[in-house]
């Protein structure tokens, strides 16, 4: 084994310990592996792993631009920037499924691209796909399930949910997802032990958190609302866009302390 192979190696070991800042720094010592493709993916994937999709993305355009055929560069790139790109995401992400239409991953994320567009239906069909190719792929089957909540049909979306976690204990999303559910179903007790089961796996979860304050809201309990509420803020500022215009809390936006936390 040369040099630069027992580099590449120690770049990919780091990623698979989520060791991704450590992995950056080490990178930033050896960047003349700027010119081989496989680094330059494993640095595009470290940055989305961080979050930092800008940096991803100029990564994984450059790898498509040095090789149009990358399908693995395309992946990437539909799968972490379609919450902001969602035509180009698409148009990537069918390239990847005519190039390899046996892959679950592909199929994933076309479920995830038409589930951010709110188009279920399209979004069914293709994590329908996806687990017929991978029928132990938890996430696929918790988005399938997410569908059919926001469908409405909440007894498949809690069927779909409850096998997610029996596949995944510790899937919190999946703990979250059931909350909502039930939440819907006008059942709020349930809803509420989930989303402490959620909270239990990831305290700090601020979906979790927002979700009790939404429980405790519809019940206009707004001492326990406003409480969970202000931790979430304190988690996640964004929350307070997505609560001016959450129904969930119709019953409390014009108390004056919601006022107050939202201003």
């Not at 991803?56 to 631009?65: D, Q, R």
């Not at 994590?127 to 469908?151: D, M, R, V, W």
């Not at 006008?186 to 979790?208: D, R, V």
């Amino acid at each position: 084994m040369n040099h630069q192979e027992e580099i590449i190696n120690r770049l990919k070991t780091l990623f698979e310990l989520k060791k991704y800042r450590l992995l950056l720094d080490f990178f930033n010592q050896h960047s003349n592996l700027l010119e081989v493709q496989e680094v330059v993916l494993l640095i595009a994937k470290t940055h989305i792993k961080l979050g930092q999709i800008d940096q991803s993305t100029i990564l994984l355009e450059n790898l498509i631009v040095r090789d149009p055929d990358y399908i693995l560069a395309k992946f990437y790139l539909a799968l972490s920037t379609y919450p902001i790109k969602p035509q180009r995401a698409l148009q990537l992400i069918q390239e990847c499924i005519q190039r390899s239409p046996n892959e679950y991953a592909y199929w994933g994320t076309l479920g995830n691209i038409h589930l951010h567009q709110k188009d279920f239906k399209q979004a069914i069909t293709a994590y329908e796909k996806s687990i017929q190719l991978n029928p132990t792929k938890t996430t696929s089957i918790g988005n399938l399930g997410a569908c059919y909540s926001e469908l409405k049909q909440y007894e498949q979306a809690i069927k779909l949910f409850t096998q997610a976690i029996s596949l995944n204990p510790n899937y919190v999303k999946g703990f979250i997802n059931l909350a909502v559910t039930y939440s819907r179903k006008g059942q709020y007790e349930i809803a509420h032990s989930y989303y402490l089961k959620a909270m239990s796996l990831e305290p700090n979860s601020p979906h979790a958190i927002y979700g009790l304050a939404c429980v405790y809201a519809q019940q206009d309990k707004s001492e326990e609302a406003f409480k969970y509420l202000k931790m979430t803020f304190e988690l996640d500022p964004s929350f307070k866009q997505t609560v001016l215009e959450d129904e969930d809390f119709k019953l409390l936006k014009t108390h004056p302390q919601f006022i107050q936390m939202t201003t």
